[in-house]
């Protein structure tokens, strides 16, 4: 009988720590989502500058680009 009890008891234990853990965890989850929930919002923001940077910096590429084309065929000329 006494077994049984101690048995019991260690069942009804093991419960209550899952049951903690498990609160645990839960809590850790909604932290986290807590947490990129603040990291996405404030990626965002970050993301409208950032684009509007390299909406600029592709057109200086472009730029760039063109001005490479040109002088490449220049020198190419050149050569021939």
């Keep these: 009988m006494m077994m049984m ?3 019991k008891m260690m069942m009804a234990l093991m419960n209550l720590m899952m049951m903690m853990i ?4 839960m809590m850790i989850i909604v932290i986290k989502m807590m947490v990129i929930m ?3 919002k404030k ?3 970050k993301k409208k500058k950032k684009n509007k940077n ?3 910096n592709k057109k200086n590429k472009k730029k760039k680009k063109k001005s490479v084309n040109i002088s490449v065929p220049v020198s190419l000329l050149r050569k021939s």
């Design 22 to 25: 498990m609160m645990m965890i």
């Design 5 to 7: 009890m101690m048995i």
């Design 38 to 40: 603040v990291m996405i």
């Design 54 to 56: 390299k909406n600029k």
């Design 43 to 45: 990626k965002k923001k």
